[in-house]
Protein backbone atom coordinates (compact mmCIF):
# COMPACT_ATOMS: atom_id res chain seq x y z
CA UNK A 1 0.00 0.00 0.00
CA UNK A 2 1.19 3.56 -0.01
CA UNK A 3 3.41 4.67 2.50
CA UNK A 4 2.86 8.87 2.01
CA UNK A 5 -0.60 10.59 3.14
CA UNK A 6 -2.11 13.79 3.84
CA UNK A 7 -3.74 15.02 6.91
CA UNK A 8 -6.40 17.03 5.11
CA UNK A 9 -7.50 16.48 2.00
CA UNK A 10 -9.03 20.15 1.49
CA UNK A 11 -7.64 23.72 2.18
CA UNK A 12 -8.84 27.02 2.03
CA UNK A 13 -7.35 30.04 2.60
CA UNK A 14 -7.87 33.42 2.24
CA UNK A 15 -5.76 35.08 -0.11
CA UNK A 16 -2.68 36.91 1.56
CA UNK A 17 -2.47 34.20 4.11
CA UNK A 18 0.01 31.54 4.73
CA UNK A 19 -0.96 28.19 3.72
CA UNK A 20 0.67 25.21 5.28
CA UNK A 21 -0.44 21.11 3.75
CA UNK A 22 1.26 18.60 5.55
CA UNK A 23 2.14 14.56 4.63
CA UNK A 24 3.00 11.63 6.72
CA UNK A 25 5.32 9.38 5.43
CA UNK A 26 6.28 5.84 6.57
CA UNK A 27 9.19 4.58 4.96
CA UNK A 28 12.13 5.60 7.43
CA UNK A 29 14.62 4.77 4.65
CA UNK A 30 13.33 7.83 2.50
CA UNK A 31 15.67 9.93 1.86
CA UNK A 32 14.53 12.37 -0.60
CA UNK A 33 11.11 14.09 -0.46
CA UNK A 34 9.83 16.06 -3.51
CA UNK A 35 6.56 18.54 -3.12
CA UNK A 36 4.07 18.81 -6.75
CA UNK A 37 1.62 21.39 -8.43
CA UNK A 38 -0.87 20.02 -9.90
CA UNK A 39 -3.30 22.47 -12.02
CA UNK A 40 -6.22 21.23 -13.37
CA UNK A 41 -5.46 19.83 -16.64
CA UNK A 42 -1.82 19.54 -16.54
CA UNK A 43 0.88 17.40 -15.29
CA UNK A 44 2.33 17.75 -11.50
CA UNK A 45 4.94 20.72 -11.82
CA UNK A 46 8.05 20.53 -9.60
CA UNK A 47 8.15 22.76 -6.51
CA UNK A 48 10.70 22.21 -4.03
CA UNK A 49 12.53 18.91 -2.95
CA UNK A 50 14.16 18.37 0.54
CA UNK A 51 16.80 15.75 1.02
CA UNK A 52 17.09 13.65 4.49
CA UNK A 53 20.33 15.25 5.77
CA UNK A 54 18.07 18.67 5.74
CA UNK A 55 15.30 19.86 7.92
CA UNK A 56 14.43 23.01 6.14
CA UNK A 57 14.76 24.43 2.70
CA UNK A 58 13.13 27.90 1.24
CA UNK A 59 12.46 28.33 -2.14
CA UNK A 60 10.33 31.60 -3.53
CA UNK A 61 7.12 31.85 -1.38
CA UNK A 62 7.36 28.36 -0.19
CA UNK A 63 9.61 26.71 2.27
CA UNK A 64 9.47 22.82 2.78
CA UNK A 65 10.16 21.11 6.64
CA UNK A 66 11.07 18.01 7.16
CA UNK A 67 10.81 16.13 10.94
CA UNK A 68 12.11 12.99 10.37
CA UNK A 69 11.38 11.66 14.03
CA UNK A 70 7.70 11.30 13.30
CA UNK A 71 8.25 11.58 9.72
CA UNK A 72 6.38 14.66 8.60
CA UNK A 73 6.91 16.97 5.83
CA UNK A 74 4.47 20.02 5.06
CA UNK A 75 4.74 22.71 2.92
CA UNK A 76 4.30 26.25 3.82
CA UNK A 77 3.09 28.83 1.43
CA UNK A 78 3.78 32.41 2.13
CA UNK A 79 0.75 34.97 1.08
CA UNK A 80 -0.75 32.73 -0.59
CA UNK A 81 -2.02 33.78 -4.45
CA UNK A 82 -5.28 32.74 -6.22
CA UNK A 83 -2.82 31.39 -8.98
CA UNK A 84 -2.14 28.92 -6.16
CA UNK A 85 -5.27 27.01 -6.59
CA UNK A 86 -4.09 23.56 -7.08
CA UNK A 87 -3.64 20.32 -6.16
CA UNK A 88 -0.25 19.71 -4.06
CA UNK A 89 1.56 16.15 -3.65
CA UNK A 90 4.17 15.17 -1.26
CA UNK A 91 6.45 12.32 -2.84
CA UNK A 92 9.23 10.14 -0.94
CA UNK A 93 12.21 8.14 -2.30
CA UNK A 94 12.05 5.06 -0.14
CA UNK A 95 15.91 5.19 -1.29
CA UNK A 96 15.56 1.11 -2.54
CA UNK A 97 13.93 1.90 -5.90
CA UNK A 98 14.10 4.44 -8.50
CA UNK A 99 10.34 5.39 -8.54
CA UNK A 100 8.90 8.26 -6.31
CA UNK A 101 5.53 7.46 -4.29
CA UNK A 102 3.27 9.65 -4.01
CA UNK A 103 0.32 10.42 -1.88
CA UNK A 104 -3.11 11.06 -2.74
CA UNK A 105 -2.65 15.05 -2.51
CA UNK A 106 -4.23 18.32 -1.25
CA UNK A 107 -7.05 20.96 -3.19
CA UNK A 108 -5.77 24.26 -1.91
CA UNK A 109 -8.32 26.68 -2.56
CA UNK A 110 -7.49 30.53 -2.13
CA UNK A 111 -10.44 32.91 -1.67
CA UNK A 112 -9.98 35.74 -3.08
CA UNK B 1 12.78 19.31 -26.91
CA UNK B 2 11.92 21.71 -24.06
CA UNK B 3 9.48 19.00 -22.10
CA UNK B 4 8.11 15.89 -22.07
CA UNK B 5 5.73 15.54 -24.79
CA UNK B 6 2.68 12.84 -24.59
CA UNK B 7 0.79 11.73 -27.12
CA UNK B 8 -2.66 11.87 -27.54
CA UNK B 9 -4.03 14.41 -24.91
CA UNK B 10 -7.38 12.96 -25.49
CA UNK B 11 -8.18 9.16 -25.96
CA UNK B 12 -11.43 7.57 -26.55
CA UNK B 13 -11.85 3.70 -27.19
CA UNK B 14 -14.21 1.14 -27.12
CA UNK B 15 -13.91 -1.68 -24.65
CA UNK B 16 -11.88 -4.41 -25.41
CA UNK B 17 -9.78 -2.59 -28.21
CA UNK B 18 -5.74 -1.95 -27.50
CA UNK B 19 -4.58 1.50 -27.17
CA UNK B 20 -1.04 3.04 -27.59
CA UNK B 21 0.31 5.98 -25.72
CA UNK B 22 3.79 7.70 -26.30
CA UNK B 23 6.23 9.94 -23.97
CA UNK B 24 8.65 11.84 -25.34
CA UNK B 25 11.37 12.61 -22.35
CA UNK B 26 13.73 15.36 -22.00
CA UNK B 27 16.82 14.91 -24.23
CA UNK B 28 19.37 13.46 -21.82
CA UNK B 29 17.23 12.36 -19.32
CA UNK B 30 18.26 8.68 -18.40
CA UNK B 31 15.13 8.00 -16.53
CA UNK B 32 11.33 7.54 -17.63
CA UNK B 33 8.86 6.87 -15.84
CA UNK B 34 4.62 6.36 -16.17
CA UNK B 35 1.78 6.88 -13.74
CA UNK B 36 -1.76 6.26 -13.87
CA UNK B 37 -3.92 8.72 -12.09
CA UNK B 38 -7.50 8.19 -11.57
CA UNK B 39 -10.07 11.07 -11.04
CA UNK B 40 -9.26 12.90 -8.29
CA UNK B 41 -6.77 10.48 -7.12
CA UNK B 42 -3.33 10.42 -6.22
CA UNK B 43 -0.54 9.02 -8.83
CA UNK B 44 0.03 5.18 -9.18
CA UNK B 45 3.02 4.53 -10.42
CA UNK B 46 3.45 1.69 -13.32
CA UNK B 47 6.61 1.07 -14.85
CA UNK B 48 9.97 3.01 -15.21
CA UNK B 49 12.86 2.89 -17.14
CA UNK B 50 16.54 3.52 -16.52
CA UNK B 51 19.21 3.74 -18.75
CA UNK B 52 20.08 0.19 -20.52
CA UNK B 53 18.81 -1.55 -17.52
CA UNK B 54 15.79 -4.09 -17.35
CA UNK B 55 12.52 -1.59 -16.58
CA UNK B 56 10.98 -1.93 -13.40
CA UNK B 57 7.54 -3.55 -14.00
CA UNK B 58 6.06 -3.87 -10.65
CA UNK B 59 3.31 -1.23 -10.62
CA UNK B 60 1.96 -2.90 -13.90
CA UNK B 61 -1.76 -3.81 -12.53
CA UNK B 62 -2.30 -6.50 -15.15
CA UNK B 63 -0.49 -8.79 -18.25
CA UNK B 64 -2.61 -6.23 -20.27
CA UNK B 65 -0.12 -3.62 -19.76
CA UNK B 66 3.46 -3.30 -21.41
CA UNK B 67 5.69 -0.77 -22.01
CA UNK B 68 8.88 -0.32 -24.21
CA UNK B 69 11.53 2.29 -24.76
CA UNK B 70 13.54 2.42 -27.92
CA UNK B 71 16.95 3.73 -28.45
CA UNK B 72 16.93 4.75 -25.16
CA UNK B 73 14.43 7.93 -25.50
CA UNK B 74 10.83 7.56 -26.55
CA UNK B 75 8.58 5.46 -24.98
CA UNK B 76 5.13 3.91 -25.64
CA UNK B 77 2.48 2.55 -22.65
CA UNK B 78 0.10 -0.11 -24.58
CA UNK B 79 -2.65 -1.12 -22.91
CA UNK B 80 -4.36 -4.47 -24.39
CA UNK B 81 -8.20 -5.67 -24.59
CA UNK B 82 -9.03 -1.96 -22.50
CA UNK B 83 -11.57 -2.09 -19.82
CA UNK B 84 -13.68 0.53 -18.27
CA UNK B 85 -11.45 0.45 -14.95
CA UNK B 86 -8.51 1.67 -17.40
CA UNK B 87 -9.92 4.80 -17.94
CA UNK B 88 -7.87 7.03 -16.17
CA UNK B 89 -5.04 10.16 -16.74
CA UNK B 90 -1.53 8.18 -18.02
CA UNK B 91 1.20 10.60 -16.57
CA UNK B 92 4.96 10.54 -18.33
CA UNK B 93 7.69 11.83 -16.34
CA UNK B 94 11.29 11.75 -17.02
CA UNK B 95 14.50 12.48 -14.90
CA UNK B 96 18.13 12.70 -15.22
CA UNK B 97 18.95 9.97 -13.39
CA UNK B 98 16.44 7.85 -11.25
CA UNK B 99 15.88 8.01 -7.63
CA UNK B 100 16.95 11.31 -6.22
CA UNK B 101 15.95 13.82 -8.92
CA UNK B 102 12.70 15.51 -9.54
CA UNK B 103 10.88 14.29 -12.26
CA UNK B 104 9.50 16.67 -15.14
CA UNK B 105 5.94 15.73 -16.48
CA UNK B 106 4.38 15.39 -19.46
CA UNK B 107 0.33 16.77 -19.42
CA UNK B 108 -0.56 13.12 -19.57
CA UNK B 109 -3.18 11.25 -22.08
CA UNK B 110 -6.70 11.40 -20.48
CA UNK B 111 -8.08 7.69 -21.74
CA UNK B 112 -11.45 7.09 -21.67
CA UNK B 113 -12.58 3.86 -22.11
CA UNK B 114 -16.62 3.76 -23.16
Known amino acids: GESVGLHLPTLSVQEGDNSIINCAYS??????FIWYKQESGKGPQFIID?????DKRQGQRVTVLLNKTVKHLSLQIAATQPGDSAVYFCAENPGSQGNLIFGKGTKLSVKP | GAGVSQSPSNKVTEKGKDVELRCDPISGHTALYWYRQSLGQGLEFLIY????????KSGLPSDRFSAERTGGSVSTLTIQRTQQEDSAVYLCASSLISGSYGYTFGSGTRLTVV
Open chain 2, 49 to 56: FQGNSAPD
Open chain 1, 27 to 32: NSASDY
Open chain 1, 50 to 54: IRSNM
